[in-house]
């Protein structure tokens, strides 16, 4: 009779549970976003070319034009690339958190402005036909000049009344 192999606490093939020890941080990404958004907006302003072409031009004159014993960047600027390789490793995915959200705004107020054009169509459907069952209504009604015309019938016809009505004379009757 064979044994069967033995389970232990553990075993590698069996996954372990979550213990939970270890707390994740708790950022609300709306909040994030926004801060994001500030920072790609504060990015592409002409202050920030300004402030970093400043530093950029202190750093590269005081490391070149300095005395060597106060030259912070002894070797031909490779910590100011470090630090720029540093900001443009954070900026780019600011930026393109920046782009989502934009992005996200933009497929809203898409949506938003072809239901308001659909709602837009509809309505003016809707008052063409209107219009158009207007139209085959007052075709039926009848018109100023079909009214004037037996207006004018009527007129000739009480006037031709009118003469024979004269001929009598109404003091006959007495």
């Known amino acids: 009779m064979a044994r ?5 606490a553990a075993a590698l093939d069996v996954p372990r549970e979550r ?14 976003g926004a801060v994001s958004e500030r920072i790609a907006r504060f990015l ?19 490391n070149v034009l ?14 100011l690339t470090l630090i720029l390789s540093l900001q443009a490793s954070y900026a ?8 989502n959200r934009q992005a996200d ?6 949506e938003q402005d072809r239901s308001r054009s659909e709602r837009g169509i509809a309505d003016t459907e809707y008052l063409t036909r209107e ?21 004018r019938a009527i ?5 031709d009344r009118l003469p024979a009505a004269d001929g009598e004379d109404p003091s006959d009757d007495r």
């Not at 069967?4 to 232990?8: L, M, S």
């Open 66 to 79: 300095a005395p060597d014993r106060l030259r912070f960047d002894a070797y031909p600027l490779q910590f």
């Open 131 to 151: 219009v158009a069952a207007i139209r085959i209504s007052l075709g039926e009604v009848a018109t100023r000049d079909f009214l004037r015309s037996e207006l």
């Open 4 to 8: 069967e192999p033995r389970r232990t």
């Open 92 to 99: 780019a995915p600011l930026i393109l958190l920046a782009q």
């Open 44 to 62: 592409g302003t002409w202050t920030f070319i300004g402030y970093m072409s400043l530093f950029i031009g202190v750093w590269i004159g005081w």
């Open 19 to 32: 213990t939970g020890r270890v707390r994740r941080p708790n950022v609300d990404p709306e909040r994030f």
């Open 155 to 159: 007129l000739e016809e009480l006037d």
């Open 105 to 110: 705004r933009d497929r809203v107020t898409y």
